[in-house]
């Protein structure tokens, strides 16, 4: 069974700093997707950014040049450096992965996932 733990999260002033974790455990893919995706109260949950086994990233514009997703094989853990941040990033965070290589186009769509963490919560007070 496939286990998905953020954390990293919490409060911090516009132009500040975070990195967020996602520990995975329980999947044998060996090729796969994983992403970090967002959602603010009311509103839809979005994609962030996104990285397959092979190392090939997507971002949203939105944050595009601020935020670098990343990983470590060794460590089962998926991270997402995030500069810069603005007060419009508050959200609480996922993360998700998914079996096999999604494309460039669709890597950041809610619906291509199907693991998903319990999430944690990113506040940027201006």
């Known amino acids: 069974q496939v286990r998905l733990v953020e954390s990293g999260g919490g409060s911090v002033q516009s132009g500040g700093s975070l990195r967020l974790s996602c520990a995975a455990s329980g999947y044998t893919y060996s090729r796969y997707s994983m992403g970090w995706f967002r959602q603010a109260p009311g509103k839809k949950r979005e994609g962030v950014a996104a990285?397959?086994?092979?190392?090939?990233?997507s971002y949203a514009d939105s944050v595009k040049g601020r935020f670098t997703i990343s990983q470590d094989n060794a460590k089962n853990t998926l991270y997402l450096q995030m500069n810069s941040l603005e007060p419009e990033d508050t959200a609480m965070y996922y993360c998700a992965v998914e079996g096999g290589i999604i494309s460039r186009l669709l890597r950041l769509l809610v619906s291509q996932y199907s693991d998903w963490g319990q999430g944690t919560q990113v506040t940027v007070s201006s």
């Open positions: 990285i397959d086994s092979d190392g090939s990233t």
